[in-house]
DNA sequence: TCCACATGGTTGGATGTCCAAGTATAGTCC
DNA sequence: GGACTATACTTGGACATCCAACCATGTGGA
């Protein structure tokens, strides 16, 4: 799989959708296969920026989520919320992320359904430095020409509003 | 998870890194947050086509790769390569197709380490369906614009190659 | 002919995803 | 005040990802 491949395996499933038939449906399926290896590459690429720190991107992006509070704790429903994930990752995310020291459950003053998810000092210090790797080594040249970041921007802001994501005010 | 937020969470985390001073980094984080976030909205929406017919995508894929060649089979490696997914998430997704009845594996007539991954009659007839259902149900209004499959297209098909999908010519 | 290197595929394991179902708690309405 | 509905989070499970390591086989060069 290190090796290029000789032409665009993307491409090439295009053109067969073309040959059965399927002319109107061939790019948008190429465009969401393109997401699909695009996604993967990212992520391959990401999570080894993010090994030495001992963190998924997932376990990231919840530290880096609190981090951005003004008290750095959450309930952890509007962790779920905000990452848009299922409440069973965020579950699986805190367990991690306690049973490293990084984070703490707490009760909610007023509300017993609730759990608070709290960063630790361990865990804002770890954001920060995986923060700092992140934008070092990935967003700083992600590979992507600088309009064509502009582009997927809007594009798939497009799309995830269409898709319920946030209101369009 | 499924109320809009009012707000466009990516373009919230966007206005956070620039207030930390991370303005070179904050246009391509929010473009490859926005590539994970519209992966999983698309994967969910496909899996939810696909689980009438007990497929999976990952399976699906293997399915209809198949379905393009000529005799209905190929080497695991050669499908690993052309998938560009890892040997064993190849060997995960034969195992479970082959328990269901959907391909079958065979000895490579003239080279013992290779094994042939090949579609039965039930595995084809599934993959039209299922590929029907597809085009129908996501390919044919997938919620992205005309033009803006085309510039993904483009734009997607441009960052694979930097990262060494496929040669150049 | 033998050895070193490469290839093909598997196994075990770690990880995170979401679904279904369950329990505890809160809110609303009659 | 009680019943019903909703919310918060967990648990168990299915699934697929890739990594590391292993074994069997093939290739090429000395």
């Given at each position: 799989m290190?090796?290029?491949?000789?032409?665009?395996?993307i491409?090439?499933?295009?053109?067969?959708?073309?040959?059965?038939?399927?002319?109107?449906?061939?790019?948008?399926?190429?465009?969401?296969?393109?997401?699909?290896?695009?996604?993967?590459?990212?992520?391959?690429?990401?999570?080894?920026?993010?090994?030495?720190?001992?963190?998924?991107?997932?376990?990231?992006?919840?530290?880096?989520?609190?981090?951005?509070?003004?008290?750095?704790?959450?309930?952890?429903?509007?962790?779920?919320?905000?990452?848009?994930?299922?409440?069973?990752?965020?579950?699986?995310?805190?367990?991690?992320?306690?049973?490293?020291?990084?984070?703490?459950?707490?009760?909610?003053?007023?509300?017993?359904?609730?759990?608070?998810?709290?960063?630790?000092?361990?865990?804002?210090?770890?954001?920060?430095?995986?923060?700092?790797?992140?934008?070092?080594?990935?967003?700083?040249?992600?590979?992507?020409?600088?309009?064509?970041?502009?582009?997927?921007?809007?594009?798939?802001?497009?799309?995830?509003?269409?898709?319920?994501?946030?209101?369009p005010?």
């Amino acid at each position: 799989m290190d090796q290029p491949l000789p032409r665009d395996p993307i491409a090439e499933a295009q053109r067969n959708w073309v040959r059965r038939g399927w002319e109107a449906q061939a790019a948008p399926m190429a465009a969401i296969t393109a997401i699909m290896r695009t996604q993967q590459l990212l992520m391959l690429r990401i999570e080894g920026v993010l090994k030495p720190f001992a963190l998924t991107f997932s376990r990231y992006e919840l530290l880096t989520l609190l981090a951005f509070t003004r008290r750095g704790e959450l309930p952890m429903s509007r962790a779920s919320s905000l990452l848009q994930v299922h409440p069973t990752s965020v579950t699986n995310a805190v367990d991690r992320l306690q049973a490293a020291g990084l984070v703490d459950r707490a009760p909610h003053p007023l509300d017993r359904r609730t759990t608070l998810v709290r960063l630790t000092t361990d865990g804002r210090d770890l954001a920060r430095r995986a923060t700092d790797a992140l934008n070092r080594e990935v967003f700083t040249d992600t590979g992507f020409e600088a309009d064509d970041v502009d582009a997927l921007i809007g594009i798939l802001a497009r799309f995830r509003q269409q898709a319920g994501d946030f209101d369009p005010a």
